[in-house]
């Protein structure tokens, strides 16, 4: 079985961010096998997915060394690949069944939209772990401007680390190694860099603790930085929200999202995106 090659969160082929897409006509392997595949297949994420009934999909998420439980351009990438198979229609909802539990699918004009898990907010840093953030990346903690680092979780957690200046972006000096020790002692994912700019919410992505030194294109990490913005009143309900990821790694990818404050009082958040599967 030769997993398929899909880049998702873009319309250009090579562009966006490249997941594997391995499709099982029954159960999945054991995960060991799972595991093996995604090592040999070498992309961040590769998604393996079994039909369990008509509108119902099982999905495993591996990256090269470790299973995570939800991974949002695989989804992208691996309901793009089924829609151009004939293997789903368009304009309906489907249910992916992840470790971050039932995740609600839509496919309607050319995007992939999909639920995040609940968001939370799990805690800012401590003024020791702030400037030690900093310093993994050759900065100080006036870099932060007028926001604060968070941990936020829609599905994995991640730092949302802001940066007053987009500049700062492009000029960051990355350190691996203390980034991967940071994630693993505060249990989360990786580091989520982001800067506001007028025409979009400009991103870089950094999990090396996952064998992810950067990525062009994060569905969960934009879903979190959605909620992170909303807390600090700097995104609104209801809107479409621009997420602009890899333009750092040549490879410049777009993340839709969208807010909704339910009856309840929760909120729910969904991501978007487009895929172009590789022939």
Not at 182 to 190: A, F, I, Y
Request: with cysteine; proline share 5%; charged share 20%.
């Amino acid at each position: 079985m030769k997993p398929y090659t899909v880049d998702a969160f873009t319309d250009v082929p090579l562009g966006g961010n490249p997941a594997g897409v391995a499709l099982f006509e029954d159960a999945l392997p054991e995960e060991a096998e799972m595991r093996r595949i995604a090592a040999e297949v070498g992309y961040s994420e590769t998604a393996f997915l079994h039909r369990i009934a008509e509108d119902r999909f099982k999905v495993r998420y591996f990256t090269p060394v470790e299973e995570v439980a939800l991974c949002g351009h695989a989804t992208v990438g691996s309901f793009s690949l089924l829609l151009q198979k004939g293997l789903i229609k368009g304009g309906r909802t489907y249910i992916a069944e992840t470790g971050a539990g039932e995740i609600r699918v839509d496919v309607s004009d050319g995007l992939v939209w999909l639920d995040m898990a609940s968001p939370r907010e799990l805690g800012t840093l401590s003024e020791a772990d702030e400037a030690a953030l900093a310093a993994m990346y050759g900065l100080s903690v006036s870099a932060f401007g007028t926001l604060r680092p968070a941990i936020v979780d829609t599905g994995l957690p991640d730092i949302m680390m802001p940066l007053g200046d987009p500049a700062l972006l492009s000029a960051l000096k990355p350190d691996m190694a203390a980034i991967s020790a940071l994630s693993e002692r505060l249990s989360v994912t990786g580091v989520h860099a982001f800067a506001l700019a007028e025409d979009a919410v400009h991103c870089r992505n950094f999990a090396p603790l996952y064998g992810i030194d950067e990525e062009s294109a994060t569905g969960t990490s934009n879903g979190a930085l959605t909620y992170y913005l909303y807390r600090r009143s700097l995104v609104s309900p209801g809107k479409t929200n621009l997420f602009v990821q890899g333009e750092a790694m040549g490879k410049p990818s777009k993340i839709y999202s969208r807010l909704t404050e339910n009856a309840d009082g929760s909120v729910s958040i969904r991501v978007g995106g487009s895929a172009v599967v590789r022939e």
